[in-house]
């Protein structure tokens, strides 16, 4: 972010104040997901109703996000995922 002032003389008065936003982010640094990651991502990506997988997920692991996931959490989601499709296509189990 910068923000500027200028008033009067402007080459005598001029205010310019730089802030990095690194300095407040408190994100976590982009990471690249891995093949588990991806593949549970691509699972998700074909339903009808994705959304009931993201409320699952912030349930059970207070995150939407299944980059956050631990490889047990990951596990779950990708189970999860798995019952659905086979309800949405009758296979019961």
């Known amino acids: ?3 500027g002032r200028v008033g009067g003389d402007v080459v005598s008065n001029v205010t310019i104040v730089n802030i990095s936003h690194s300095q407040f982010s408190n994100t976590k640094p982009a ?6 990651q991806r593949e549970v991502l691509s699972l998700i990506r074909g339903l009808r ?3 009931s997988v993201f409320l699952f997920m912030e349930k059970h692991f207070g995150t939407r996000m299944v980059i956050d996931l631990q ?3 990951l596990i779950r989601v990708k189970r999860y995922v798995e019952a659905i499709n086979r309800r949405m296509k009758g296979e019961v189990t």
């Open 71 to 73: 490889p047990r959490q």
């Open 1 to 3: 972010m910068q923000v």
């Open 31 to 36: 990471t690249i997901a891995t093949a588990e």
């Open 49 to 51: 109703n994705k959304e």
